[in-house]
């Protein structure tokens, strides 16, 4: 049974910065598609960020890039959110999400099988 556990959500200012992970387990596959989506009172969920962790592409909704960044460290089978400049625009719950096959779209949130429960981040003006 595949588990993810996120972390590191909290409540900054505007401009401040925070780290999200995301700790998998229960799968004996090498690599996955992993994904950061979010998700605001009364909105959709979106796709934030994704990576592929077995060779490292990666992926960026545009309301995040050049801020946010996704990475990996495969010996502890986590993947990392690191945001910065955040504003009150991204607060959201955050989820993490996982795929053991390639997503014909990254950002659509039922091409991944595996989901965690999610990790608030409040960011005040």
């Known amino acids: 049974q595949v588990q993810l556990m996120e972390s590191g959500g909290g409540s900054v200012q505007a401009g401040g910065s925070l780290r999200l992970s995301c700790a998998a387990s229960?799968?004996?596959?090498?690599?996955?598609?992993m994904a950061w989506f979010r998700q605001a009172p009364g909105k959709e969920r979106e796709g934030v960020a994704s990576i592929y962790t077995g060779g490292g592409i990666t992926y960026y909704a545009d309301s995040v890039k050049g801020r946010f960044t996704i990475s990996q460290d495969n010996a502890k089978n986590t993947v990392y959110l690191q945001m910065n400049s955040l504003n009150p625009e991204d607060t959201a719950m955050y989820y993490c999400?996982?795929?053991?096959?390639?997503?014909?779209?990254?950002?659509?949130?039922?091409?991944?099988?595996?989901w965690g429960q999610g990790t608030q981040v409040n960011v005040s003006s």
């Open positions: 999400a996982a795929s053991r096959f390639r997503p014909s779209s990254w950002y659509r949130r039922y091409a991944y099988a595996y």
């Open positions: 229960g799968y004996t596959y090498s690599s996955a598609y």
